[in-house]
């Protein structure tokens, strides 16, 4: 039995006062802070279950241990006779990855246990633990006998499980330590007994400096993330464990490669470091795959993206009967957040979502709508429930709700309706917290009993109907029974909503009208910067005929230069340079068709711009999904830097609009000036209609 010094003192404590100590009791009486108590009790918690007893509060917040009195008697024995430590489970599992990744191809067990100071069945069990976690990163963890216990990896793959280890079970301690490093103090053993508090202090300030500055500052956990992987990085390659030289040829040279090289030679200045062009390619494929802090960075232009994101929201409005399609806040907030989620799943870098479990039993209706959406927008794409509970805070937030106002019902039909079925209904409860209520019917009562009052029939025997669905499972419920239970639930979704409220009226509609009301004069703004955001597109907007051309970049160098000439720009150079570090973020061509949308925004950029030029001869650009592709109609979108939540709006709507439809992509790539501006004017005129209007 391993339990710390603090855990041993707070189960004692809860044992002898049973309901007199609270959080902030123990913390008094332990000097330490409420916040370390609270992460204790987790542990805590997973020693009481190894006794069939459980950690609960009393109305007032009082904790008192749950169980039968012999349990608590042995748990109470075991205390007496085990020697407390000051590592946890996962700090020793810590120490043992560490040196798994650091001291070697291969260990024998015994030496292993001796250096951990445990069991070889606690070793075992460990080794068991740390397997799982590395196959989600590729990574194979061996054990042979007369061998000993092996690991088979990439060197990237191993820097991302190293690293996500220390984010995700000791992410508070990091963000301590760098915090008492940002103070001045001077720590002389290595954070959590690996990080160098020098390297660590030198980094956050770094890239405090460079990165995280207003154009893009990232949220919080990704910053210490990147503050994790640039100190890793350093410490592996120092110790010689380097990674596969990158082709220079397949290497993508994006924004991030260019400020993580610059990063890098810093950091081999400041800090004597080694840091070699494949650390810098791995450091800007994390940065790339950071979220980047409020919604207003995302790209307004993702044409193929906002595509896909607007299907998902229409997908969870029809199953959950809420319309979801107008919020623009909600879209331009999975735009920004998305962009780098697919990056990240696509590099397979592992997410960790502290509040996933939270979020499932808070909201398990908008859990399974947003994953089935996913599921059937995104076919190409499996979402672990980590990055689906993200999203699902997104929508959450645009329903502005505090909890789902949908009960899921379920009947359970068995023989006799007494003994197993009791225990059955009471495990799909524990098990499947979408369900709120189950009744239980035996064999005789089904006959008499409505169906219709119930979204779920669960059966222990096949029953004689034809027109009623219903599955049938183990009494004991298996693991596979309880798959085939959540995977109804979510291909039925929009049946079990149908019949119900989502979210009562009440909040659907007056509340949110209530808490979304503006005030006159912000109204009134957005009324100036919509009038004004059309006015400026549609007076600009011009079509061009490009007969000889040698090449996309002239045309638009011309069209750059127009704009100049009629003063909707001041810089036509600083234009042309912001257009070609766009096209090299990512490709422009608009795949399956002949345009291309090239857009930028500059300080020296007057007011909106959409225009369209047509040329007699294909050119070849690069497309959104990173293939050459042949276009004959070049989309130019300008902006100014700074813009109004309207006016993106606006912009947004325009270039989702490119793709929405076969005919829409006909019109735009028609040439047809007369046809185009039509298109704009009905596209302005619905946007009036159902967001100002309506409003």
């Known amino acids: 039995m391993f339990v710390t010094f603090r855990e041993k003192s707070i189960i004692e404590l809860i044992v002898r006062t049973a309901g007199k100590h609270t959080v902030h009791s123990l913390a008094t009486y332990i000097n330490v802070s409420a916040r370390t108590i609270q992460r204790d009790l987790k542990s805590v918690e997973k020693t009481l279950e190894e006794f069939d007893l459980e950690l609960k509060r009393t109305s007032n917040e009082g904790l008192f241990i749950d169980g039968k009195n012999e349990q608590v008697y042995r748990l109470i024995q075991n205390l ?37 100071g445990v069991s070889a069945a606690t070793l075992s069990a460990y080794l068991d633990d740390l397997a799982e976690w590395l196959g989600k990163f590729s990574i194979a963890l061996t054990r042979k006998r007369g061998v000993g216990v092996e690991l088979d990896g990439e060197e990237a793959n191993k820097r991302h499980a190293l690293a996500n280890y220390f984010l995700v079970y000791f992410y508070e301690e990091i963000v301590e330590q760098l915090y008492l490093l940002q103070q001045g103090k001077k720590l002389e053993e290595p954070v959590l007994g690996y990080f160098s508090p020098r390297y660590l202090a030198a980094i956050d300030c770094l890239v405090n400096q460079r990165i995280n500055n207003e154009q893009t500052r990232l949220a919080d956990s990704d910053y210490i993330g990147l503050v994790i992987h640039i100190c890793l990085t350093i410490q592996r390659t120092e110790n010689h464990f380097l990674l596969n030289p990158i082709a220079e040829v397949v290497t993508e040279y994006t924004s991030e490669s260019k400020l993580m090289d610059e990063l890098c030679a810093e950091l081999n200045a400041d800090l004597s470091a080694s840091l070699t062009t494949s650390d810098a390619h791995f450091l800007s494929v994390v940065l790339r795959g950071s979220k980047v802090h409020g919604a207003g960075w995302g790209y307004y232009d993702s044409v193929l993206l906002g595509k896909l994101i607007k299907n998902v929201i229409e997908e969870v409005s029809t199953n959950l009967h809420v319309d979801l ?24 870098l592992e997410l960790y979502n502290p509040l996933t479990d939270e979020i499932k039993r808070k909201y398990p209706v908008l859990f399974m709508a947003v994953a089935k959406s996913l599921e059937k927008v995104f076919k190409d794409m499996d979402f672990p429930a980590d990055e ?46 979408e369900i709120n209520a189950v009744k239980i019917l035996s064999i005789n009562e089904f006959q008499s009993a409505h169906f219709d009052d119930y979204d779920l029939i669960i059966s222990t025997i096949r029953l004689p109907l034809t027109d009623i669905d219903y599955i049938m499972v183990s009494p004991l419920l298996s693991d596979k029974d309880i798959g085939y239970i959540e995977n109804y639930l979510q291909n039925n979704l929009e049946k079990i909503t149908r019949k119900k409220r989502y979210l009562t009226p009440e909040i ?50 011309r069209m750059v230069e127009q704009a100049k000439t009629n003063r909707l720009i001041t810089d036509a150079p600083a234009v042309m340079h912001q257009l070609e570090e766009r096209e090299k973020k990512g490709g422009l061509g608009i795949p399956d068709t ?11 950029i007057q007011e909106l711009i959409f225009q369209v030029a047509h040329l007699e001869e294909f050119c070849t650009v690069e497309g959104m999904d990173g293939q050459s592709m042949q276009i004959k109609n070049l989309l130019l979108m300008l902006a100014p830097t700074k813009m109004s939540d309207r ?27 007369k046809m185009i501006r039509q298109k704009l004017e009905d596209l302005f005129l619905d946007y009036l209609q159902n967001n100002l209007i309506k409003e």
């Not at 006016?647 to 000036?673: D, K, P, R, Y």
Request: with cysteine; glycine share 4%; net charge negative.
């Open 508 to 557: 659907q509609q007056d509340d949110r009208m209530q808490n979304n009301k503006p005030s006159l004069q912000t109204l009134l703004q957005e009324i100036k910067d919509v009038q004004s955001s059309m006015d400026a597109i549609l007076n600009n907007f011009q079509v061009y005929r490009e007969h000889q051309a040698p090449d996309h970049w002239q045309v638009l160098n």
């Open 325 to 348: 399609s107008d919020d623009f806040s909600l879209y331009q907030g999975l735009l920004a957040h998305m962009g780098p989620s697919i990056f990240r799943l696509n590099q397979k």
């Open 647 to 673: 006016e993106q709006e606006i912009l947004s709507m325009i270039s989702t609009s490119l793709i929405e439809s076969a005919a829409s992509m006909m019109i735009f790539s028609s040439s047809n000036e």
């Open 388 to 433: 689906i509970a993200f999203i699902v805070l997104h929508f959450g937030s645009a329903l502005l709700m505090n909890e789902e106002k949908v009960q899921i019902n379920a009947v359970v039909i068995c023989p006799t309706g007494i003994g197993t079925s009791k225990m059955l209904a009471s495990r799909i409860q524990k098990e499947i917290v």
């Open 80 to 116: 007496m006779s085990s020697q407390p430590t000051d590592e946890t489970p996962e700090e020793r599992k810590l120490n043992l990855l560490i040196i798994l990744l650091h001291e070697g191809s291969s260990f024998k067990t015994r030496m292993l246990a001796n250096q951990l």
């Open 594 to 604: 002949t345009m291309g949308l090239f857009h930028c925004r500059d300080d020296s």
